[in-house]
């Protein structure tokens, strides 16, 4: 029973010292990364509180990133004062990485409340949210180039960079068996297979907007811009109706094909539990309700949209200085804004030889850009009168149609090393090193007016 010597928050008795929080009270409140005292105190003045410092805690704790989280006043500080252009990119450009780890951990936590069905397609709706808002702001602000940039970057560093890591890192770690004999790391043939074949239809829609255009521009074509509008739309549509089929074949009708060969051993075996027979980890655990974590995710978004809209309103001034071009920001390094934490994860999973997580989280990212992302980018464009197209610089859709070709021949085996993933590495390098040799306005064209 509750009296003058119960502390306000914990519900123990104390004895001795009444002022005095029972030892260990504090280590709870600051240090525990899963739960806070006075969530289940029967006093909605204590457990109210308690539990938004609980979500404030489990949040900040969430990543090591979050420390840069000290950016983010700073950046609207910068964006507020209008410091200069380089200022206000590079602080709002590195306090939307933290923000973009909180976004991913809010997600995490809605989508293994909702189940497997539900929690994919949550995933696959927020996976790539840091991308979508920051394009929707550049989009608003007429910079279609950037916006492109942007979706193409995003493709290649999932495929190629985060890859890449995943592949050289797990071979790395996992490099030997028992009797040191060299091994590969394994996934689902099947996701390989289906992915593959979806981003070589996202490239064939790049190809066939600037071919066209190739083609109308020999001819004299005087409206070859409206064509190359009406063709994208189209595609666009096309597209989203394909990813909506994507994810009902992949999370309904065959989803035991991309289900990881443990998994599939234990249904068909009937095991259940936290671990398998191998002693598996546990599975994640959601640390926060339904509500909560939406809230979080809300809060987030606000945040990085005020962010993302200094960031880009300095892209401008930054190119001005003649040191940066538009296509190098939008292609290497917002993208990695938007997947400095979905690097990391999969980084992580693949050293633990978890490749088919890997894989979705890279390949799957990849997928969620080229056919939902990118055309709902258009779709907003033509809503709101901004010349959003799939007509992308022949340098770009040719970078991107090599890229797909190389990830296709390395993955279509099911199998994965250490040298696989330095070869994508090598080809990311080499893209990224020929865009940064490129003038400032020698991929500029679609940031051109259209007549």
């Given amino acids: ?53 609980n979500v404030t805690k489990v949040t900040l704790y969430s990543s090591w ?32 990485i933290p923000l973009a780890a909180v976004l991913s951990f809010a997600t995490e936590e809605i ?8 929690g994919g397609l949550v995933n696959a709706t927020f996976g790539n949210a840091v991308e979508l808002i920051v ?13 492109q940039a942007s979706m193409l970057g995003s493709i290649l560093s999932n495929l190629l960079l985060v890859l890449g ?13 028992n009797n040191g004999h060299g091994i590969e790391q394994t996934f689902t043939a099947a996701t390989a297979q289906t992915t593959c074949s979806l981003m070589t239809l996202a490239s064939a829609s790049m190809i066939l907007p600037a ?21 994208s739309r189209g595609t666009s549509i096309i597209l989203l109706l394909l990813y909506v089929l994507y994810l009902y074949f992949a999370l309904h009708t065959h989803k035991k094909l991309f289900e990881p060969e443990v998994a599939v051993y234990r249904a068909e075996n009937g095991l259940s539990g936290d671990h398998d027979e191998d002693g598996a980890e546990e599975e994640h655990q ?6 909560a974590a939406g809230l979080v995710l809300v809060a987030t978004t606000l945040v990085i949209s005020v962010c993302a809209d200094y960031m880009v309103d300095s892209i401008d001034a930054l190119v001005a200085t003649g040191k940066i071009s538009k296509t190098f920001i939008g292609l290497i390094l917002i ?19 978890k490749m088919d997580l890997a894989m979705g989280v890279a390949i799957g990212s990849s997928i969620q850009i080229a056919l939902l992302v990118t055309p709902a980018l258009v779709m907003l464009g033509w809503a709101i009168g901004q010349p959003m197209s799939l007509h992308f610089e022949t340098f770009e859709t040719i970078a991107f149609g090599l890229s797909v070709l190389v990830v296709t021949y390395t993955v279509q085996d099911g199998k994965s090393n250490y040298l696989e993933g330095a070869m994508l590495l090598g080809l990311y390098m080499i893209i990224a090193l020929a865009f940064w040799v490129s003038p400032p306005d020698a991929l500029q064209k679609l940031s051109m007016p259209w007549n």
């Fill in 165 to 177: 890591f995943c592949f050289f890192l797990g071979g790395i770690a996992n490099m030997r068996d």
């Fill in 335 to 353: 993208p990695i804004v938007g997947n400095a934490a979905e690097h990391v994860t999969a980084c992580v999973v693949a050293i633990k030889d």
């Fill in 111 to 118: 989508a293994a409340r909702l189940g497997e069905t539900l």
């Fill in 65 to 96: 990133i979050n420390v840069l989280l000290i950016f983010v006043p700073l950046g609207i500080l910068a964006g507020e004062g209008e410091w200069s252009a380089t200022w206000v990119f590079s602080l709002n450009f590195f306090a939307i």
């Fill in 211 to 231: 071919a066209l255009y190739g083609v109308l521009d020999q001819s004299g074509e005087n409206n070859k811009q409206a064509s190359i509008l009406v063709l």
């Fill in 286 to 291: 959601p640390l926060m309700g339904v509500w």
């Fill in 1 to 53: 029973m509750s009296n003058e010597w119960t502390p306000l928050i914990g519900g123990h008795r104390l004895t001795g010292a009444p002022d005095r929080p029972e030892p260990g009270f504090w280590r709870h409140l600051l240090l525990d990364s899963r739960s806070s005292p006075g969530t289940d105190n029967p006093n909605l003045l204590v457990r109210w509180p308690a539990h938004v410092w």
């Fill in 135 to 147: 394009s929707i702001v550049a989009l608003r602000a007429g910079e279609i180039e950037v916006v």
